[in-house]
């Protein structure tokens, strides 16, 4: 089965709101974690990232918490905007004797209201 | 700096036919990863590779699939006697993997096969 999911299969909010799209994971070996922005009809893009030894890290408007105890990651996307419309993975970097994978959740379907 | 290319766009394919997914990683990258990601769900990881090297197939059905990275030139994700179930979009995604578990993999633009 997978190892990542999320809480929440969509989400709607209103342009300027705050947006917080949840996920959790239960390998607690991982130690590298990825939030990935997906748009109709394109590949996933990297948004940001957060090693295990870290439980919070901002970029621009974005910020990734990793809660390490309960085994569950938060993106939050400040002052959404229209633009921010589209479905965002999680994805925990497995790895195995040697190899590494990507395993992904079902996704979070954003959408922002005008 | 070019990101991960991926061609065709869009493949269709009748049922038996052949097809042929062709990845050419970022400029400095050696490592390609392919995953497979059907309609409303999430990718899933099919084959890992190296330059020359199979390094996790673990992802990847034992037939009719078949994955390779040659020495020069792009990485290519074979289909053999395609089937209706094979009708998904293809992602290759590219790392530098500098340090283990910790390299970020960017992804291509995807091939998405119908098979009709």
């Known amino acids: 089965g997978e190892n990542v999911g999320l809480h929440l299969p969509t989400l709607s909010v209103q342009e300027g709101d705050n947006s917080i799209i949840n996920c959790a994971y239960s390998n607690s070996a991982s130690d590298y974690f990825i939030w990935y922005k997906q748009e109709s009809g394109k590949g996933p893009q990297f948004i940001i990232d957060?090693?295990?030894?870290?439980d919070k890290r901002q970029g621009q408007r974005v910020t990734v918490l990793l809660n390490k105890t309960v085994k569950h990651l938060s993106l939050q996307i400040a002052a959404t905007q229209p633009g921010d419309s589209a479905v965002y993975f999680c994805a925990e970097n497995l790895t195995q004797g040697g190899s590494e994978k990507l395993v992904f959740g079902k996704g979070t379907k954003l959408t922002v209201n005008p | 700096n070019a990101g991960v290319m991926q061609n065709p766009r869009h493949l269709v394919r009748r049922r038996g036919q052949e097809a042929r997914l062709r990845c050419s990683p970022m400029k400095g990258h050696s490592h390609v990863y392919w995953y497979r990601q059907l309609p409303e769900e999430g990718l899933k990881f099919m084959v890992y590779?190296?330059?020359?090297?199979?390094?996790?197939e673990s992802g990847m059905p034992k037939e009719r699939f078949s994955a390779e990275f040659p020495k020069e030139g792009p990485s290519i994700l074979r289909i053999q006697q395609v089937v209706r179930g094979d009708s998904a979009a293809y992602f290759c995604a590219s790392s530098p993997r500098v340090a283990a578990s910790t390299d970020t993999q960017y992804f291509g633009p995807g091939t998405r096969l119908t098979v009709l």
């Open positions: 957060i090693r295990s030894n870290m």
């Open positions: 590779l190296q330059k020359e090297n199979i390094i996790d």
